[in-house]
């Protein structure tokens, strides 16, 4: 399985440990990073990073080795951020690196997995990170196609997801997801404790959120 994604923040390789914590437990998340990007940040190995050249042949065999080395692990799964590159989540068109779709070339029985993700602020200081999953991509499928259009078929699950997100996300309505984490709330401690306090002496219930109770 290949989960595949939209290239919103330099938060995005979290957000990939925190899916495999809370849907794929027993599994490890691997990604390939730029290159440039893993020389200069050496702790991301330890999250399961492995470097790629960007636009160049030699990065092209180094993303199929990889994936292929993360496939023959009994616990590794494989997630990508498919565009190459940070991109603000409404830019269309949609634009994913060539490299996934050649992955039917090298590995039989996959699928892939679309993923939207974004950060938007809502209603509290930080911001909020929602997900958004597509229906799977039968990689045997996609290997009958010629390259171009196994790549517009991706890209076109993944924009889907990521349109469709787009409308949750403006909606600002934290019932229509399944929330994983509950971030702290508030303005800061001291004055949530005069809040609280204030709240207790009027014999009213205190919530530090700006909203309503989610």
């Known amino acids: 399985m290949v989960i595949y994604t939209n290239h919103?923040?330099?938060?995005?390789?979290?957000?990939?440990?925190?899916?495999?914590?809370?849907l794929y437990p027993f599994h490890r998340v691997?990604?390939?990073?730029?290159?440039?990007?893993?020389g200069k940040y050496g702790f991301i190995a330890k999250i399961g990073a492995f470097a790629v050249t960007q636009n160049s042949r030699r990065g092209a065999l180094e993303f199929?080795?990889?994936?292929?080395?993360?496939?023959?692990?009994?616990?590794g799964l494989l997630v990508v951020a498919a565009q190459g590159r940070f991109a603000d989540p409404r830019e269309r068109p949609l634009a994913c690196g060539?490299?996934?779709?050649?992955l039917p070339d090298h590995v039989s029985d996959i699928v892939f997995i679309p993923l939207a993700i974004e950060y938007p602020f809502w209603?509290?200081?930080?911001?909020?990170?929602?997900?958004?999953?597509?229906?799977?991509?039968?990689?045997?499928?996609?290997?009958a196609l010629p390259v171009r259009d196994r790549l517009?078929?991706?890209?076109?699950?993944?924009?889907?997801?990521?349109d469709q997100l787009a409308t949750?996300?403006?909606?600002?309505?934290?019932?229509?997801?399944d929330i994983w984490l509950q971030g702290s709330m508030g303005v800061n401690p001291v004055y949530d404790a005069w809040r609280r306090l204030v709240s207790k002496v009027r014999g009213q219930d205190f919530n530090a959120g700006h909203g309503t109770s989610r």
């Open 30 to 38: 691997y990604t390939p990073v730029d290159a440039d990007v893993f």
């Open 98 to 102: 060539a490299g996934i779709a050649h």
């Open 123 to 143: 209603l509290e200081k930080q911001p909020e990170m929602l997900l958004k999953f597509g229906q799977p991509v039968d990689g045997n499928e996609l290997a």
């Open 8 to 22: 919103a923040s330099w938060w995005d390789g979290v957000t990939y440990v925190l899916l495999a914590k809370h």
């Open 168 to 177: 949750l996300s403006i909606a600002r309505d934290a019932q229509a997801f």
């Open 64 to 75: 199929i080795s990889g994936s292929k080395a993360v496939f023959s692990l009994e616990d």
């Open 152 to 162: 517009a078929m991706l890209e076109g699950a993944l924009a889907a997801q990521m």
